[in-house]
């Protein structure tokens, strides 16, 4: 990618995350995704010894990758990457061969065969929230073909940020233009050692985490 376009990129700074899930929570109303499909997870372990083990968070999402696995393997060209680095799924291309599941390292694509409630003991129609996000899931990733986080592309394009950075409590995500060097998210990695999740991968992901505490 050319030095002078934007690549966005995410900042996790793992000693502010202390695991309020608002990020999830954030990120699955503007998504719409239905029932046990959650694009930003926090994982929750304990890093330490005891007595001075200590609860540690590590959130996940798409790793919007330099050089994706899941691109490589597409049959049909719906696994885009656009201008600004961003890893996107054509859903009118997608032809649900599930190859970029099995390709990406970090698990972040997802499937969904049907609109599952999340009140299966209701009687009745859905109610109108569920009836609202399930049509909007369907407009944007319908059934039996790849989901996955887009860093919210279409807000960011209009110069908006991500819903799991707006939602954040703590501050503990910072989104920003990696080719500048003077952004703040660029500043932060080389001044706190910023480090990407298994880079053994070899798959140059755009989200970085800062030390834990």
């Known amino acids: 990618m050319r030095g002078d376009m934007k690549k966005y990129g995410l900042v996790i700074d793992l000693k502010r995350c202390y695991g309020c899930y608002s990020c999830t929570a954030a990120c699955k109303a503007s998504n719409n995704t239905p029932k046990g499909i959650d694009f930003a997870k926090c994982i929750s372990g304990e890093i330490g010894t005891y007595p001075s083990a200590q609860r540690q968070m590590l959130p996940t999402l798409c790793m919007q990758c330099e050089d994706p696995e899941c691109l490589k393997v597409c049959p049909t060209g719906a696994t885009q990457q656009n201008e600004v680095g961003i890893v996107t799924v054509d859903k009118n291309i997608c032809m649900g061969c599930g190859y970029c599941m099995m390709a990406c390292p970090y698990g972040q694509r ?104």
């Open 110 to 213: 997802h499937v969904v065969s049907d609109w599952e409630t999340y009140f299966p003991d209701a009687e009745g129609e859905l109610d109108e929230y569920q009836s609202y996000a399930k049509e909007k899931w369907e407009g944007k990733n319908g059934y039996g073909i790849a989901a996955k986080c887009d860093f919210c592309y279409d807000s960011v394009m209009e110069g908006d940020q991500p819903a799991c950075v707006k939602s954040c409590p703590a501050k503990a995500r910072i989104f920003g233009d990696l080719n500048d060097p003077e952004s703040e998210i660029s500043v932060l990695l080389r001044r706190e050692r910023g480090y990407q999740l298994n880079p053994e991968f070899g798959t140059n992901p755009s989200v970085y985490y800062l030390p834990a505490r």
